[in-house]
């Protein structure tokens, strides 16, 4: 039996439905991030005392650090899923980008943006 090179229109429909919901979810996600960002410096304490202000503002600068952290990563994770739409669209999603092979279906279903498989993920860590 010959090898397949590239999945089915069909295969490729059933990736984009997972990938667009996921990227519904993490643009939701991001945008509630955002609106976090924006209004981390509005919830503000004034009416308490000094030392517990002081102990406020180290907690929310910390907490508005892993924010900025959890959307970068957010928004990469978006680029990524985006990325995926346009292999799908070229008919190229799911062939992995190292040994040309096709990425098994059960890993591009946990990681719909995945470009190597993982055993090129593990090689190429060696």
């Known amino acids: 039996m010959e090898e397949k090179t ?6 490729l429909e059933e990736f984009k439905q997972i990938i667009d919901e996921k990227l519904r979810l993490a643009r939701r996600d991001y945008d509630e991030m955002m609106r976090q960002l924006m ?6 304490c004034d009416d308490t005392s000094p030392t517990y ?4 503002e180290g907690s929310a600068t910390q907490s508005k650090e892993e ?3 959890l ?5 990469k994770f978006i680029q990524g899923l985006e990325g995926a739409l346009i ?6 999603y799911g062939i992995d980008r ?11 279903r946990a990681v719909p943006h995945a470009t190597l498989s993982v055993e090129s ?4 860590k060696k």
Not at 53 to 56: G, I, N, Q, S, Y
Not at 71 to 75: D, F, T
Not at 121 to 124: D, P, Q, S, V
């Open 71 to 75: 959307a970068n990563r957010q928004q």
């Open 39 to 44: 209004n981390a410096d509005g919830n503000d």
């Open 67 to 69: 924010l900025i952290q």
């Open 6 to 11: 590239r999945y089915s229109d069909a295969e």
């Open 98 to 108: 190292i040994s040309g092979k096709l990425i098994p279906k059960e890993r591009l």
């Open 87 to 92: 292999r799908i669209k070229n008919k190229t």
């Open 121 to 124: 993920k593990l090689n190429r």
């Open 53 to 56: 202000k002081v102990l406020e």
